[in-house]
């Protein structure tokens, strides 16, 4: 695959993973969206009720809110790279975006587990 065409689909990709992340946990925290097998925190402590799924997305929400942030100023320096150095440092600086979205839900979850066992 070209580098232009990587560092496209790999900018877009961490912009949609931060995108989904902010809104399912954010729709979950203010009672939206209910337990499913889909979508959300779905860990045995979030899942066990409707008030721990929902307090679970809460303290989640305490990572999570950074996430349209880390993709939109990933997505700047993503173009500057782009524009100063090349395609291979828009690649770069999107994958270093995937790797802190990831980071940030492997807290949430934590953090969203934690407090649903609470519930109980």
């Known amino acids: ?3 232009a ?3 496209a689909v790999v900018l ?3 912009a ?5 992340c902010y809104v399912t946990t954010r729709r ?16 045995p402590a979030t899942r066990a009720s409707p008030e721990a ?3 679970g997305h809460e303290a989640a929400m305490l990572y999570v809110r950074y996430m349209p942030w880390t ?17 291979a440092a828009a690649l770069t600086v999107g994958l ?5 979205a990831v980071f940030l839900v492997l807290f949430a979850a934590v953090f969203a587990q934690l407090a649903a066992k609470d519930v109980r």
């Open 1 to 3: 695959m070209d580098d």
């Open 5 to 7: 065409i990587a560092a």
């Open 12 to 14: 877009v990709a961490q």
């Open 16 to 20: 949609g993973v931060a995108a989904l």
């Open 28 to 43: 979950a925290a203010r009672g939206q969206l209910g337990p499913n097998g889909f979508l959300g925190i779905r860990t």
């Open 53 to 55: 799924w929902r307090r």
């Open 71 to 87: 993709a939109g100023g990933c997505a700047v320096l993503g173009v500057v790279g782009w524009i100063l150095a090349g395609p």
């Open 96 to 100: 270093v975006g995937l790797a802190s």
